[in-house]
């Protein structure tokens, strides 16, 4: 009979710590999906300010943050898939904020596209940074936390070069 419980305990124990495991790795996929999304948006922000911008530090500033993200995204791309989950380009542009577009048509209109294109991308930085630092925290593997560690001190860099 002790043998018996012990081994229906024992059975419990490994089931509960499996489960916590298979849990964080779960919120770990789910925050570099996240991350993933707005790198995709992030770029695609930044490829408009690059083409229509009037001012040059203004491009050069979308450019850098363009090439920085699509860098941290291809690990981010990567990491998702060592975990078993790709991400289709429908996936990734989900993120799309069309709210975006709209704020930085009327900016060109009204001949500010400059100030808003480097207000609304240092904004998005900003929710993509703790974004970065949420996936961070919930990582599990040392070359998917050293990446999202880069990733996190490139838009510190980006966000210190727009102020």
Same mark, same amino acid.
């Given at each position: 009979i002790f043998v018996g419980l012990g081994v229906v305990v024992l059975f419990i124990i490994v089931s509960? %710590? %499996?489960s916590l495991l298979n849990s964080a790795s779960n919120q770990n996929v789910v925050d570099l999906q996240s991350v993933a999304k707005q790198q995709t948006e992030i770029i695609r922000v930044a490829n408009i300010g690059a083409s229509k911008a009037k001012d040059s530090k203004t491009s050069n500033f979308a450019l850098t943050t363009s090439?920085?993200? #699509?860098?941290s995204q291809t690990n981010t791309l990567e990491a998702l898939k060592? #975990?078993?989950?790709k991400m289709s380009p429908k996936d990734l542009n989900a993120g799309k904020n069309t709210d975006t577009d709209s704020l930085l048509t009327k900016a060109e209109q009204a001949n500010s596209f400059d100030e808003t294109f480097i207000e609304e991308i240092t904004k998005e930085l900003r929710t993509y940074q703790t974004t970065v630092k949420k996936a961070l925290a919930?990582?599990?593997s040392e070359n998917?936390?050293?990446?999202?560690?880069?990733a996190y001190a490139q838009v510190d860099s980006l966000l210190g070069t727009a102020e």
């Open positions: 509960v %710590v %499996v090439l920085s993200l #699509a860098s060592k #975990a078993g989950r919930s990582s599990s998917t936390e050293q990446n999202l560690q880069k």
